[in-house]
């Protein structure tokens, strides 16, 4: 029905920059709320940024001021820019978004199947 497709994962060095893409497609009316997502290793997955429709974003902590988030409404995308790459920062990267398919329903979440990002010191 609707499938999140992130693209841009690599392996880089600390300090080095990344950009990560996601493209939605499928059963589209509008895409609402986008999102990166992150999860190393043996831990939780956190949320990394967030956009809205009207392009209002958040950051978590430990990313602002070296990742950006955007977005492309014509196109259904969302990237983020990721720079002065830490080690820390490996992980592999989730896109979301809240997608209206229907008029007759409401917003659903969906997933990409992730992108793996590795910063090496």
């Known amino acids: 029905q609707v499938q999140l497709v992130e693209s841009g994962g690599g392996l880089v060095q600390a300090g080095e920059s990344l950009t990560l893409s996601c493209a939605a497609s499928?059963?589209?009316?509008?895409?609402?709320?986008m999102a990166w997502y992150r999860q190393a290793p043996g831990k939780q997955r956190e949320l990394v940024a967030t956009?809205?429709?009207?392009?209002?974003?958040n950051y978590t902590d430990s990313v602002k001021g070296r990742f950006t988030i955007s977005r492309n409404n014509a196109k259904n995308t969302v990237n983020l820019q990721m720079s002065s790459l830490k080690p820390e920062d490996t992980a592999v990267y989730y896109c979301n978004a809240d997608v209206r398919g229907s008029y007759i329903s409401g917003d659903r979440p969906y997933w990409g199947q992730g992108t793996q990002v590795t910063v090496s010191s």
């Open positions: 956009i809205t429709r009207g392009n209002s974003t």
């Open positions: 499928g059963r589209i009316l509008w895409v609402n709320n």
